[in-house]
């Protein structure tokens, strides 16, 4: 237990390390790479995008400016630490998707994209990682104002090592009433590290 806690508060190593705790060395290489940043980190992969079939899901993905659907588009990754946290950086085709994420409370990782906050818990499974979402709010700077699950939006989300230095990312979003909004994934190779 105590061992637990000295991960927990050591604020030197990776953001999920810290948060999953004793579970982080569980998980495979590839994913555990994935996660430790350090100074930073870019990575190479190709997703495949879609949007709902609803044709509100379609408009809505515009104006949020999210990927376009491709059956295969470039992907390119980098994470940085970022204000205790880190600023995820994707260019997925030609659209650019940046989010940040951080510790929220004891456990739970938080995740702004644009006005947006998720709040996930991350959970080891047989081949990687399981985001499962526990909140989402909309956030200005440190106004929070949680959002009834009955009308949020809600992400479905995994890694799965494929080898040492790939790992396959599924997400899919909901919306209420709509359905599915975006879904995408594909490999990702985080071989290529920034120094």
């Known amino acids: ?11 030197t190593l990776p953001l999920y390390a810290q ?15 994935a996660h430790s940043t350090g100074s930073g980190l870019s990575a190479l992969g190709s997703f495949r995008v879609e949007y709902g079939p609803h044709p509100a899901a379609r408009l809505l993905a515009r104006v949020l400016r ?4 491709a059956r295969e588009a470039d992907l390119t990754l980098h994470v940085m630490p970022h204000d205790g946290g880190e600023m995820w950086i994707r260019h997925i085709g030609g659209d650019r998707l940046v ?19 998720f709040r996930f818990q991350l959970d080891p499974s ?65 071989e290529e590290r920034v120094s």
């Open 1 to 11: 237990m105590a061992h637990t806690t000295a991960i927990a508060r050591d604020a």
């Open 19 to 33: 948060l999953m705790e004793s579970a982080w060395p569980r998980l495979p290489e590839a994913v555990r790479r």
């Open 66 to 69: 999210l990927p376009r659907p």
């Open 99 to 117: 989010s940040r994420q951080f510790r929220a409370g004891a456990d739970l990782l938080a995740e702004r994209i644009r006005i947006i906050e």
């Open 126 to 190: 047989a081949l990687g990682l399981v985001y499962h979402q526990r909140a989402a709010a909309l956030a200005m700077g440190p106004l929070r104002v949680p959002l009834p699950a009955r009308l949020a939006p809600a992400i479905e989300a995994t890694e799965e090592a494929v080898d040492r230095a790939r790992m396959r990312v599924t997400v899919r979003v909901t919306l209420p009433l709509i359905g599915l909004l975006i879904a995408y994934g594909g490999v990702v190779d985080f």
